[in-house]
């Protein structure tokens, strides 16, 4: 079995490609990435390209079986400019399964594989553990104590491991066209349960600042960040939607076994606080 995964050399599509070779050591994996140096696992093959430019693309489709897509295109998490293209480039070399890497919302990809005779499955993971040292290694390695507003906001937060564990499975094995798979962790844990827990990885406490909306915003600014952006953290920490505070039994169902929480994140991920 070929599998095509895009995204490779992101969090989730590193993942991705790792668990299939540890669920099925003889698929054969096909990489898109638009770097051509980019590191990649031994006998994964690389194929260069950009989903959004259909030509630089086509040939990575041929000889797949199933392909893992992400639904968005460039460093900027821009919009893929045709999707009913690519699915269309899809179906025509043969691939009979796929999965999405997305958010909540239906997008258009996501649309034109249901509309397709691709077996299509849907991934919605809540918070990534490892948004975490995105947010906040340079705090916590600079000593700072680490300011942040809705400090009791509940996150059913996933180690990006399962999320490719999940995907790997689907692609391999299918049994789920059609379905939205959300993908959680094994608890529910406040912001200052993520920084105790931090703490203990790093082998000191960190100290926690609960800020006020307005002083949020104030720092946020002053870090540079554009005003939509600000908006959509206000919106999406201070109103998390309910499956992203509810644990969902993906992993355990599909995976069969149970997903890995927090504390196994930070506990591998400790050197990027130090």
Same mark, same amino acid.
């Given at each position: 079995? =070929? *599998? ?16 299939? +070779?540890?669920? %099925? ?25 950009? #989903? ?9 489709? @041929? ?17 893929? !400019?045709?999707? &009913?293209?690519?699915?269309? #480039? ?8 796929? +999965? ?19 077996? $299509? ?22 000593? /700072?104590? *680490?300011?942040? !507003? ?12 399962? *999320?490719? $564990?999940?995907? $790997?499975?689907? #692609?391999? %094995? ?12 094994? /608890? ?5 349960? @993520? ?9 000191? /406490? ?29 919106? &999406? ?7 992203? =505070?509810?644990? $969902?039994? +993906? ?24």
């Amino acid at each position: 079995m =070929r *599998i095509l995964v895009t995204g490779a050399t992101g969090t989730v599509g590193r993942n991705v490609v790792e668990q299939v +070779t540890a669920l %099925d050591p003889t698929a054969r994996i096909r990489a898109l990435t638009r770097n051509a140096e980019a590191a990649l696992p031994e006998g994964v093959e690389t194929a260069v390209g950009d #989903l959004a430019s259909l030509d630089t693309v086509a040939d990575a489709f @041929k000889d797949v079986d199933a392909v893992h897509f992400i639904n968005f295109a460039g460093e900027g998490y821009g919009a893929l !400019p045709d999707p &009913a293209g690519l699915v269309a #480039l899809a179906e025509q070399a043969g691939v009979r399964r796929a +999965t999405v890497l997305g958010g909540v919302a239906t997008g258009p990809l996501e649309q034109a594989l249901e509309a397709s005779a691709i077996e $299509a499955t849907f991934l919605r993971p809540v918070e990534f553990m490892s948004n975490a040292a995105m947010w906040w290694s340079g705090v916590i390695k600079a000593g /700072e104590a *680490i300011r942040e !507003p809705f400090g009791d906001r509940l996150s059913a937060m996933v180690h990006p491991a399962d *999320i490719g $564990a999940v995907a $790997a499975k689907v #692609l391999l %094995d299918g049994g789920y066209d059609g379905e939205s798979l959300v993908i959680t962790g094994p /608890e529910v844990l406040t912001m200052q349960d @993520k920084v105790r827990v931090l703490g203990d990885a790093v082998g000191r /406490e960190i100290e926690f600042v609960e800020l006020t909306v307005e002083e949020a915003h104030e720092k946020w600014r002053g870090e540079g960040m554009p005003e939509h952006v600000i908006a959509f953290l206000t919106e &999406a920490l201070g109103n998390t939607p309910e499956e992203g =505070r509810t644990v $969902a039994d +993906t992993v355990e169902r599909i995976v069969g076994r149970r997903p890995l929480p927090f504390t196994a994140w930070a506990t591998a991920n400790a050197d990027a606080f130090r």
